[in-house]
């Protein structure tokens, strides 16, 4: 900045400044960018990607989110598109490519109404009216589904697989991820409330997929204390305990002053004695299983031994909390005070190796709000894409619990929506109308890369939808069968999706779409030079 002759700095030196037109065009080309990145992923003829970070470690995945979060992305507006990703992903389970490309397309869509003189604010007060509308659209023509149509609950499951490494085996992992959800549902006054986190998915490389299974209960990644302890029980008490079975450290810097022999064995004496009124407290409570989340000591391991008691020590403190819910026990802080009212029930306890590990199985629980599945696969690869597919299949399915409303797939839900918006956007008028009109236009991205990834021409695939939603006797579950090419009732095929990963997905995309668009000034600070930085023009990597 200049006054008269005398240059005034307000920026610190090497700081750079991307402003205007070009700002917006830099923002809305890294968001394009990230989305066409996933974009091939999409449907059930979508691609996997390999990624290989700096260390060698290879991931092989389809799933958006995953890929996201693998590239590490730099530049800023790319990081609010991936941060879009992982909301859909904590929320719903499922859709995070499905959120990211159409934010990408409302981004790419804005970019044109802006070249012919829109100003950014119209497009996102326009963009925000379409997507309060599609969320009241999409509750008009959702079909509502209760809990106990096991039939549609597994079709949810199956859809969100299709497509991914799990789909040859999607219908047997389809009714664990069911059977999983409907354990550890639990009723809130009039509401469902399904804690993901009460499904532990535990996996281990060897076997094949088919030999993955539901545990009514909780595998731990441990093994008994003492080789003289049981490997296998049967209908037996567990007790929770979260103190250490050791004599208790000083706090204070402290000497014992023995002046004679026999106080040393009176001194060891005392420490047996109260590691065995620890065992003996234990044992006269009925307990035939010990979970300890502390250390045990090697004389406690013995006594407890003698008693046919098994012992698992240093059990993580999530594991602890799963188990309680899924014996029904207490987890106890004070031995002393451990009584039978504290102990859970489980029908089986016992240790089994897997591969190359020995984990004991905590299983057949009474009614348990807490339960595990074991995943199995022929590699690691293999394992980890199978336990994410696994987790999309279980948000999917608990979102209906929740929510008891479902929309149709294949492109169905967006055509829908499209044309009722552009029906809705004459009566809006102005400005915002051309902004509407570009946000169905996005919406219809859906349907557009379902057909190109399944080789489809595409201009025809989407004539041949809308015609299919328009005609005399209109179908609004018309969608794309991405195997025969056709277009087909979707309900009648079972292709269906949750309510909600429609909704959060419209509601993402628009906040980030919105939020970019309103950007025209880009400051950056001078990166500090270092091995990671060349010290070069100062702005973040991706800027320019």
């Known amino acids: 900045m200049i006054s008269g002759n005398t240059p005034i700095v307000i920026l610190k030196e ?30 059930p003829k979508g691609m996997d990607k390999m990624l290989v970070d700096s260390m060698g470690d290879v991931v092989i995945t389809n799933d958006g989110v995953t890929i996201l979060k693998e590239i590490e992305v730099e530049h ?25 490309i159409l934010a990408g397309e409302l981004l790419k869509n804005a970019e044109e109404l802006l070249e012919q003189g829109v100003h950014a604010t119209a497009i996102s007060n326009g963009y925000r009216r379409a997507a309060k509308e599609s969320a009241s659209i999409l509750e008009k023509i959702a079909t509502p589904v209760r809990r106990s149509e096991t039939s549609v609950l597994k079709a949810i499951a199956i859809t969100s697989m299709t497509g991914k490494s799990s789909e040859a085996h999607a219908d047997f992992l389809a009714d664990l991820a069911v059977e999983s959800v409907k354990s550890v549902a639990e009723g809130r ?19 094949s997929i088919s030999d993955t299974e539901l545990i009514s209960g909780i595998i731990i990644d441990k093994e008994p204390v003492h080789s003289g302890m049981p490997r296998s029980l049967s209908k037996v008490k567990v007790a929770l305990v979260d103190a250490p079975f050791e004599i208790k450290k000083t ?3 402290s000497k014992i002053q023995i002046n004679d022999p026999s106080q040393i064995q ?6 047996e004695s109260s590691i065995k009124k620890m065992v003996d407290q234990v044992h006269k409570s009925g307990a035939k299983v010990l979970i300890c989340q502390k250390g045990i000591d090697d004389l406690a391991q013995h006594y407890l031994a003698k008693h046919d008691i098994m012992a698992i020590r ?25 009584s039978e009212q504290d102990l859970g029930f489980a029908g089986v306890v016992e240790v089994r190796k897997i591969g190359d590990d020995e984990m004991t199985f905590v299983m057949d ?3 348990p709000k807490a339960v595990s ?12 894409e199978i336990d994410r597919n696994l987790a999309d299949a279980i948000g999917v399915v608990s979102l209906v619990f929740q929510d008891g409303k479902i929309v149709t797939g294949g492109g169905a839900t967006e055509i829908e929506l499209a044309l009722k918006l552009r029906k809705y956007a004459p009566r809006v008028g102005g400005r915002e109308q051309m902004a509407i009109e570009a946000f169905a236009k996005a919406i219809e991205v859906v349907p557009i890369t379902l057909a190109e990834n399944a080789g489809l021409d595409v201009l025809d695939t989407l004539m041949d939808l809308r015609k299919a939603h328009t005609k005399r006797g209109r179908n609004q579950h018309a969608g794309l069968d991405a195997f025969t090419g056709k277009v087909v009732n979707m309900r009648s095929r079972n292709v269906v999706e949750p309510l909600r990963v429609k909704t959060q997905a419209l509601s993402s995309a628009t906040d980030v779409a919105t939020m970019i668009l309103r950007i025209d000034d880009v400051i950056a600070s001078k990166q500090p030079e270092g091995p990671e930085t060349d010290g070069g023009d100062g702005m973040p990597p991706g800027m320019m």
């Open 14 to 43: 090497g700081t750079k400044r991307n402003s205007g037109r070009s700002a917006t065009q830099s923002n809305i080309l890294a968001a394009k960018a990230i989305a066409e990145a996933v974009r091939s992923t999409l449907g």
């Open 76 to 100: 800023p507006a790319a990081k609010m598109v991936v941060e879009v990703a992982k909301t859909q992903d904590s929320e719903c389970g499922d859709g995070t490519t499905t959120a990211v």
């Open 189 to 207: 006054g009039k509401k469902i409330v399904v804690d993901r986190d009460n499904i532990k998915i535990q996996k281990k490389q060897g076997g």
């Open 251 to 253: 706090e204070i810097e």
């Open 266 to 271: 009176a001194f060891l004496d005392q420490e």
């Open 314 to 338: 240093r059990a993580k403190k999530s594991d602890i909390e799963a188990l309680a819910k899924a014996t029904g026990g207490r987890v106890v802080s004070n031995i002393e005070g451990l």
């Open 365 to 367: 629980c009474k009614n």
């Open 373 to 384: 599945v074991l995943v199995r696969g022929g590699s690691e690869h293999v394992v980890d």
